[in-house]
């Protein structure tokens, strides 16, 4: 049994204790932290119990073996112990799995940023055809999207897009697609048939809720304006558009999506408690960086991951030198093979601290 999973088993058995305690029923905020965490552990502490179920089970068909006279009750006590047996290894790889996981499976939901870098139009071009990319994935994997703030471009590229995404396993999958993402092409614009390269950058944050990252009003500086389109048109003539300032983090969050300011300033909210939560863990792990991180889970969006090579046909992932030559496969989504070869290597290095 890995530790860090029997910690977390014990954990939820005192949040399960938790929720019978009266103190903890009769005050609704505490409640629903308590039922938050314990929601969130629930998958791993049915494993473990499993597991130690099934060991149990396993010294008991042992001990019948060796008690049991009859050739026809031995026969039967092997066939259960083989069948617990085999249970027992397919249970070791859940269980290896859960706990090189990290406490990204126990997320699910996450909001993606994705905008334009260097490269002009072409990057912002580039930064439509990765959120295109990313949908098509969250389409496949039966995930739910919801499109928070999008600044389009006159030429049909972004600016940037802020969406959420949820559905189980949805954080664990993309969470190391933050950082520098590269083309290489040659723009449809470009008449001597010159390749460009351009840039856009990717965050994935957990999406953070009201219990979890609490912000107080007098932390918060709100500014309204006018929504603008591409080429300065104007969306709306209200002031539907926010701007959020969380003065103590000097974070900033703008949304004009939407035509209500009600609804702009509710979407706005979801990611600045997202973006403040990102910052707290990253500060968590660069404090002990030896322990936790990998070389894929650094998540600095400033730091090149990710090259996608046109005129080749080939994506590169700079951090595990992983090269595959299937680029329109996955930019139709079919980032299946990337996402796994990403898991298995982070996987392999927090086995090594097991």
């Not at 530790?3 to 103190?23: G, H, M, N, V, W």
């Not at 048109?233 to 539907?240: A, D, G, L, R």
């Amino acid at each position: 049994m890995f530790p860090s999973l029997e910690t977390k088993y014990q954990r939820f058995i005192e949040l399960e204790k938790q929720l019978a305690d009266p103190e903890v029923l009769s005050n609704p905020r505490l409640m629903l932290t308590v039922q938050r965490e314990y929601g969130g552990l629930k998958k791993i502490a049915a494993a473990v119990g499993e597991y130690h179920a099934l060991v149990e089970d396993i010294e008991a068909a042992k001990m019948m073996l060796e008690e049991e006279q009859s050739a026809e009750d031995k026969q039967y006590a092997q066939s259960e112990l083989n069948a617990y047996n085999t249970r027992y290894e397919e249970m070791s790889v859940e269980l290896e799995d859960l706990a090189t996981s990290g406490d990204s499976i126990t997320r699910g939901g996450l909001i993606m940023e994705i905008r334009a870098g260097t490269g002009g139009d072409e990057a912002a071009l580039f930064a439509f055809d990765l959120y295109e990319m990313y949908s098509r994935y969250i389409d496949i994997r039966k995930w739910k999207r919801e499109v928070l703030d999008y600044q389009p471009t006159e030429m049909g590229g972004i600016k940037e897009v802020i969406f959420s995404v949820s559905g189980e396993g949805a954080f664990h999958e993309l969470q190391f697609e933050s950082g520098g993402h590269r083309v290489q092409r040659v723009p449809d614009t470009e008449t001597q048939g010159r390749i460009h390269t351009s840039a856009a950058t990717v965050a994935v944050m957990p999406e953070a809720d009201e219990i979890e990252i609490d912000i107080r009003d007098e932390d918060l500086q709100i500014d309204t304006y006018r929504a603008s389109g591409p080429g300065g048109q104007k969306v709306n003539k209200t002031e539907s558009a926010i701007r959020i300032t969380h003065l103590p983090t000097n974070t900033v969050v703008t949304c004009q999506d939407e035509k209500s300011q009600h609804k702009n300033k509710a979407r706005a909210m979801r990611v600045l408690r997202s973006r403040i939560l990102e910052s707290q863990q990253k500060k968590q792990a660069d404090e002990r960086a030896e322990h936790r991180r990998t070389l894929i889970g650094t998540g600095d969006r400033s730091s090149r991951i990710r090259t996608y090579n046109f005129p080749q046909g080939r994506v590169t992932d700079h951090r595990i030198g992983l090269t595959l030559h299937k680029l329109d496969q996955i930019m139709q989504g079919n980032l299946n093979e990337l996402i796994g070869e990403l898991l298995e290597f982070d996987r392999q290095e927090r086995l090594k601290r097991e």
